[in-house]
């Protein structure tokens, strides 16, 4: 993702960890239907079957991801509300969350190259019974993967990152999954190919991003220089996301007995104006919610503000990019 301005995103609550096993989490209700399932074939071994595609064919994708990628979506569009909170010193300052236009409202609707180098799992499965043909790591080499797939109709996901030496799926396998894992920057694409030899392209293939973008950006009064900050959103996110396979919906999953918290911080401002880099979240929920923020530093020329307390009202959706927007201008 590129960066943006001079900001820095801070240590995290909700950022993922690495070597965190995944969790397969397989409800009591799917266990003992399968337990039914097994003893009506009356053989395991049915239940397992292999699939057998035949001839295979040589897929090539140019993949590419973006936000928002739904002209006519308007999740998270919230009209935003200003709260405006005395800071003492003939300050006040105005808080809100909007969608993060200025800088994407091209990004939202168009989609970007993803570079060379970057490992998707791909995952190759019969979507008449589930079944997987394969799964594997493919790295994208100038700008585009080559696959091997089936004659036939095959259904295609591309999940990234899936950084496993060991295969999300076995071959035979049904694509019946939920993987729990810490909340980070995850890409997802689901299609379907028909049957045919001449079917060798899937057409734009652009994955989206399956969580939420969240960075503040603090605009301080004319001529003052705002050289760093840190501001704190209390119970906002969730420290796991569940990803459930084949249909790529996300739920979050918490870590304690309540949402997380997530805090950014930016540094080496040279102007009135300083914004963080993206922070990667799991929405604890969807519906318009107040939250409270804190700004925990915050230094304009010569003077630090600490500990100013005030809220923001917001709905974070999955799939979009947020701004913080705080604005502190003289009291009237």
Not at 20 to 42: D, E, M, N, Q, Y
Not at 283 to 288: D, N
Request: hydrophobic share 35%; glycine share 6%.
């Amino acid at each position: 993702m590129p960066s943006h301005d001079k900001g820095v995103v801070s240590k995290k609550v909700c950022e993922m960890k690495k070597n965190i096993p995944f969790k397969r989490v397989i409800p009591t209700c799917l266990l003992f239907a399968a337990a039914l399932a097994l003893s009506a074939c009356g053989s395991e071994e049915s239940n397992k079957e292999i699939p057998t595609p035949g001839a295979y064919r040589t897929l090539t994708i140019r993949p590419s991801e973006s936000f928002g990628q739904e002209s006519d979506n308007t999740r998270g569009l919230v009209e935003p509300q200003v709260t405006r909170t005395d800071l003492g010193d003939g300050m006040i300052l105005e808080a809100s969350v909007v969608p993060d236009d200025d800088a994407d409202k091209a990004a939202t609707r168009v989609a970007n190259p993803i570079a060379d180098d970057v490992e998707i799992c791909t995952i190759v499965y019969n979507p008449a019974n589930e079944r997987v043909f394969s799964a594997q790591n493919l790295t994208v080499k100038n700008s585009q993967l080559t696959l091997e797939i089936p004659q036939s109709e095959v259904s295609i996901i591309f999940f990234s990152p899936y950084d496993r030496s060991s295969p999300i799926f076995e071959t035979g396998e049904r694509c019946r999954l939920t993987l729990q894992w810490y909340a980070k920057d995850y890409l997802w694409y689901k299609g379907t190919i028909p049957a045919g030899t001449s079917a060798t392209s899937l057409g734009p293939v652009t994955l989206k991003h399956l969580l939420a973008q969240v960075r503040t950006e603090i605009t301080a009064p004319d001529r003052s220089i705002l050289s760093n900050f840190v501001v704190w959103l209390y119970d906002v996110c969730a420290g796991q996301v569940n990803i459930r396979f084949p249909s790529g919906e996300t739920k979050p999953a918490f870590i304690s007995d309540k949402p997380s918290d997530f805090n950014i911080s930016a540094s080496g401002g040279s102007s009135s104006k300083l914004t963080s880099n993206y922070f990667n979240m799991m929405p604890a929920s969807e519906a318009l919610t107040t939250y409270t923020l804190r700004i925990y530093s915050m230094t304009i020329g010569n003077k630090t503000i600490i500990d100013k307390f005030t809220t923001v009202t917001a709905a974070f959706a999955t799939g979009h990019r947020y701004k913080i927007k705080l604005n502190v201008k003289p009291a009237a």
